[in-house]
T-cell receptor, first 119, second 110 residues
Framework: GAGVSQSPRYKVAKRGQDVALRCDPISGHVSLFWYQQALGQGPEFLTYFQNEAQLDKSGLPSDRFFAERPEGSVSTLKIQRTQQEDSAVYLC?????????????????FGPGTRLLVL | GQQLNQSPQSMFIQEGEDVSMNCTSSSIFNTWLWYKQDPGEGPVLLIALYKAGELTSNGRLTAQFGITRKDSFLNISASIPSDVGIYFCAGNTNAGKSTFGDGTTLTVKP
């Protein structure tokens, strides 16, 4: 079946521009995660949704970053007034399971990412 | 925050050789995960480890969850060219959030 898809795959933005990155999770998946992956590093957690509820946004680096999942399926990560340090790959992952205490056995399925370059 | 130290940073090996990489942390995790990431793609899960001391295999891959719950290793036996890529370890807490290492880049020479 279809996996996690992300669009656009590549985005070039001028500094100060707003961008919106889209994630289409696997159909029916409850949990959705956003990660930021800088060049040469591992993914870093940004935020987590359970259905439409944003339960954890502790990883968002500043108030310029905003994520939403209004109907509990597609999610959008918006970055306002982009800066050069925002250049990275933004990965989305989904899981059919809710996160809860002790429920850490459940794997996440990653999309291919959106590569953002801010000039 | 929690940090994972993954080593080595890169490896260059001949086809057919065995590979070993590891991850250590100052924090305890209750799940360890090993992923492979190909260029332009997201990470793909290779092996998940759920109990301290657990040893799990997936084909030519073997991984272990350290007894202290602060470390894990991944071995690849008889490497082949398609093993090329970046391997990431990740630790999960009870809350389920994953903390990733910075990866081991593997190059396999035919």
């Amino acid at each position: 079946g279809a996996g996690v898809s992300q669009s656009p795959r590549y985005k070039v933005a001028k500094r100060g521009q707003d961008v919106a990155l889209r994630c289409d999770p696997i159909s029916g998946h409850v949990s959705l995660f956003w990660y930021q992956q800088a060049l040469g590093q591992g993914p870093e957690f940004l935020t987590y949704f359970q259905n439409e509820a944003q339960l954890d946004k502790s990883g968002l680096p500043s108030d310029r970053f905003f994520a939403e999942r209004p109907e509990g399926s597609v999610s959008t990560l918006k970055i306002q007034r982009t800066q050069q340090e925002d250049s990275a790959v933004y990965l989305c992952a989904s899981s059919p399971y809710r996160l809860a205490g002790g429920v850490s056995k459940k794997t996440q399925y990653f999309g291919p990412g959106t590569r953002l370059l801010v000039l | 925050g929690q940090q994972l130290n993954q080593s080595p940073q890169s490896m260059f090996i001949q086809e057919g050789e065995d590979v070993s990489m590891n991850c250590t942390s100052s924090s305890i995790f209750n799940t360890w995960l090993w992923y492979k990431q190909d260029p332009g793609e997201g990470p793909v899960l290779l092996i998940a480890l759920y109990k301290a001391g657990e040893l799990t295999s997936n084909g030519r891959l073997t991984a272990q969850f350290g007894i202290t719950r602060k470390d894990s290793f991944l071995n690849i036996s008889a490497s082949i060219p398609s093993d090329v890529g970046i391997y990431f370890c990740a630790g999960n807490t009870n809350a389920g959030k994953s903390t990733f290492g910075d990866g081991t880049t593997l190059t396999v020479k035919p």
